[in-house]
Every structure is written in structure tokens, then in C-alpha cells.
């Protein structure tokens, strides 16, 4: 949506520059998820988006974590998380626990088949990721590219309790 000025109402154009740039990253950014989730798919059997909610309950205590938690930490809607989860469990990767302290939550649990798979397919995802996005810079470029990220990320996480975030819905 475009940005107004307060002053006149008029929309602020991207210049010529930030237009480049804008669909640069939009066009790398395509690129290289498709990249990732054509390396996860041939080596593992799995989109980036399973493999980020492996790494994420790999990372939690006793690699088990709330269902709102890790939709959370995922940036996805919890209807999303909910058809991963199925698939992940399906492929017995996950299972779903109840919460013993609130009936209507649940915990996903990675599995230790889940966990050698995840351990399994991470040097190739990590080789995939290096030839596509580190090897391409320089160390300066890199801790550019990482200042850069998190400012922008900042500027977008919301403040608002009411804020409509993915894993609210």
C-alpha cells in the first residue's frame, strides 16, 4: 500500500534507485526460496517451511514446544502450522502432545526419527544456503547485509497488543 504524506496526500514514489532495488530483492528473495525449498524437496522430502519448524523444536527444551510458541517463532498461521504438523507427524518426524495444564493447548514434539532426519539433511541445507547467499559476498557485505535485516525487521515487528499477526489468526 502506498505511503501518504500528511501535508499533501500524495503518494511517495519510489525513485528509479529504490525501484531497482526494491525489485532486486524481491526477485533474489523468490530465487532463493524456491533454491531452498528445491534442495530440501530433492534431499530430505521436505519444503524450507517443515525444515524451519524441525530446526525450531530441535532448538526448544526437550525439543518439544507449544503449538502457539512454534507458529510464533515460525511466523505462520496457525492453520499452517496445524497442516505441517499433520504432515510432519503423518511422516513420523513430530508428534502432538496435549497440555496437562490447558485443555485446549498442545506441544509438538520432535521425534528421534525427526531429529535424524533434521541432522541428516542440515549439511546439505547449510551447504545450499552458503553457495547461494555467503559465498556471493564479503565478510563486510555480510555484516552489512545482517545490519540491514535487522533494522528492517524491527521497523516491521509490531508494538500493538492488537496487532494482526500471522500466528494470532
Known sequence: MERMTTASREPRWLS?????????????????DDHLDRQLQRDAGMPHVYYGLLVHLSQAPRRRMRMTELAKNAKITRSRLSHAIA???????????????????????LTEEGYEVLRSSAPGHVSAVRQAMFDRLAPEQVKQLGEIMMLIAEGLQPTDPDADLPWLR
Open 87 to 109: 504432515r510432519l507427524e503423518k511422516n513420523g518426524w513430530v508428534r502432538r502432545e496435549d497440555c496437562p495444564s490447558d485443555k485446549r493447548g498442545q506441544f509438538a514434539q
Open 16 to 32: 528509479d534507485e529504490e525501484q531497482h532495488v526494491w525489485r532486486a530483492y524481491l526477485h533474489a528473495t523468490t530465487l532463493l
